[in-house]
């Protein structure tokens, strides 16, 4: 099982005047009625293939009359967010008995193929998109109460009678968004690989956008501040809903712990509630997420009403480093940085912590505070050369982590996001990474988005144009739809959960090539 991180002793502190500014925010959702395109059949196959047999145009859906034991499966073309409405009857004799049915709703095929009895991961099997029926009378105009996050919906039928059986003679699904398709810029490029990412990628991000910038609008629907720091980037650049990222940032400004922490995630209903989940990474990326609003907006009223909340939770941080200015290494669930298993985090978090503190520090200057600007320089210093005094190894020319000294991936890319060492410098990191290829390697989408931002900052941006079509477009290749929570092209059935049946595959923190295509390659 994975590390959690639970508090039931958090205080929790409301600052009631934020609260009332994310709630003026709240963005109406756009809706549209999408219906099923085909009748399908999908099975596995002995080599674990999943196969999709389009077995009938939807125009004929109400011919099928369901029995006991009976499948059908619709497909809706593409990953949808939405509410469904069923239309059922009844044809044969009079209905005797109540119609008892499953419906299955999959992100994917290979969903439509499991068995959630045989699930055995940590979290908990409800988000597991399934629903058990019954309806006593027929005809009936059937309105699912809540909404689902598919491409395929299967219904079986349990049971009905020998007398009669079940048709569906019509469904849809509203699908809702935030997501304004208008101001979006049509990316300018003749290569179809690229303009298939693009389009993934937008389709991602617009299904999590919702009342809130969801992490995955099947799991966990919430607001984690990790995530939105790359989703509110590529909305800047595409559908430039800029009161969606104020609203959450107020949401997360709040509600805090008694400390003045900002939580990691964020419950908006029943009310506004800060998770006792605390990622230190997380946390610290509030500044960068305000100055990016900023940038983008001009908005700088919130930046000056949020900047002390971005000032405190740099302090935090800073508890924790030792004499050296070294990063303290946590224990358990303490940050996040990879869903790689076994990653240590600590020169990670060394470099999120001068990468966040600079972006802070700008913050300050924006705001004339001269004196705090010129305490972040010092800070700048210092833990910058730490990193390079200590955690450079010569050996290898690689920085790295932990009392084992690990190379990993991540310890690399951050410390050249950071900017702790020059442009020339980080390529060449960069080269002895790839040359190296260390066993603790990536497989998220959000780490891998920062490994391609830290290829075009080095001036690698071909090389980070091939990544981006190697592993993004290794999910395309997969059959995404949406791009996913989390991808390694190595095992694609890979998750941190135990078991793939809850892995979220409309996940925003993936949605990022819409934003690197448009920032800087000239499409």
């Given at each position: 099982?994975a ?32 219906y099923?395109?085909s009748?399908?059949?999908i ?21 099928y009359a ?16 939405g509410?469904?409405t069923l ?5 044969g ?17 290979r969903?439509i193929t499991?068995?959630s009895?045989?699930y ?17 009378v027929?005809?009936v ?11 395929y919906?299967?219904?079986?039928v349990?049971d ?12 849809f ?5 935030s997501?304004c ?12 690989e ?10 991602t ?18 607001l ?16 430039q ?8 940032l107020?949401l ?12 990691a995630?964020l419950f ?28 983008a ?6 930046l000056?009403?949020l ?11 800073g ?17 996040f940085?990879d ?13 999120i912590?001068?990468y966040?503190?600079r972006?802070?520090?700008?913050i ?8 705090r600007?010129?305490g ?12 390079k005094k200590?955690?450079?190894?010569p ?5 790295v ?21 020059t ?5 060449q990191?960069?080269?002895?990474l ?25 001036g ?7 990544y981006?079509?190697?592993?993004w477009g ?38 990022t090539p819409a934003?690197?295509f ?6």
């Amino acid at each position: 099982m994975a590390a959690v991180s639970s508090d039931l002793n958090m205080v929790r502190v409301t600052n009631e005047e934020f609260v009332k500014k994310a709630e003026a925010c709240t963005p109406e959702l756009y809706k549209s009625v999408v219906y099923p395109e085909s009748v399908v059949e999908i099975r596995k196959t002995e080599n674990d293939y999943i196969e999709i047999i389009k077995k009938d145009d939807i125009k004929n859906l109400s011919r099928y009359a369901l029995k006991k034991g009976d499948r059908l499966c619709l497909d809706f073309g593409d990953h949808q967010v939405g509410y469904v409405t069923l239309y059922l009857k009844s044809v044969g004799s009079p209905q005797d008995a109540p119609a008892f049915f499953k419906l299955k709703f999959g992100e994917n095929a290979r969903e439509i193929t499991e068995n959630s009895e045989e699930y055995d991961g940590w979290i908990s099997k409800g988000w597991i998109q399934e629903e058990y029926l019954h309806v006593d009378v027929l005809p009936v105009k059937l309105e699912l109460p809540r909404r689902y996050a598919f491409r395929y919906m299967e219904l079986q039928v349990i049971d009905t009678s020998v007398k009669w059986q079940l048709v569906i003679e019509e469904t849809f699904c509203t699908s809702v968004t935030s997501a304004c398709e208008d101001k979006v810029k049509k990316l300018d490029s003749e290569n179809e690989e690229l303009q298939a990412i693009d389009k993934v990628s937008l389709r991602t991000l617009r299904n999590c956008m919702q009342q809130v910038f969801e992490d995955g609008p099947k799991r966990d629907r919430r607001l984690w501040l990790g995530d939105l720091r790359l989703q509110a980037l590529a909305d800047y650049e595409t559908y430039q809903n800029y009161n969606l990222v104020k609203r959450c940032l107020y949401l997360f400004a709040g509600q805090t712990k008694d400390n003045g922490q900002i939580s990691a995630c964020l419950f908006t209903e029943p009310r506004l509630c800060a998770d006792d989940t605390f990622l230190l990474d997380y946390s610290m990326f509030f500044g960068p997420v305000l100055l990016d609003y900023y940038q983008a907006s001009g908005d700088v009223e919130t930046l000056r009403e949020l900047g002390s909340s971005a000032y405190r939770q740099m302090e935090l941080a800073g508890e924790w480093f030792d004499e050296r200015d070294l990063m303290k290494n946590g224990e358990g669930f303490w940050a996040f940085v990879d869903w790689t298993e076994g990653l240590n985090k600590q020169t990670a978090l060394q470099g999120i912590y001068i990468y966040c503190i600079r972006r802070v520090k700008k913050i300050a200057e924006l705001l004339g505070d001269k004196e705090r600007a010129e305490g972040f320089v010092e800070e700048i210093r210092r833990k910058t050369e730490a990193a390079k005094k200590y955690l450079l190894d010569p050996y290898t020319g690689l920085f790295v982590s932990g009392e084992q000294r690990q190379i990993n991936y991540a310890s690399q890319v951050w410390m050249i996001l950071a900017e702790a060492v020059t442009k020339d410098e980080g390529a060449q990191l960069l080269d002895r990474l790839l040359e190296l290829d260390p066993e603790k390697g990536m497989v998220s989408p959000y780490m891998n988005h920062h490994f391609t931002e830290a290829l075009i900052l080095c001036g690698r941006k071909e090389q980070a144009l091939e990544y981006i079509k190697y592993y993004w477009g290794g999910m395309l290749h997969e059959g995404a739809d949406t791009f996913w929570e989390l991808y390694n092209p190595e095992n694609p059935s890979e998750t941190p959960y135990g078991n793939g049946m809850v892995n979220s595959y409309c996940h925003a923190w993936s949605c990022t090539p819409a934003y690197l295509f448009r920032k800087y390659y000239d499409m």
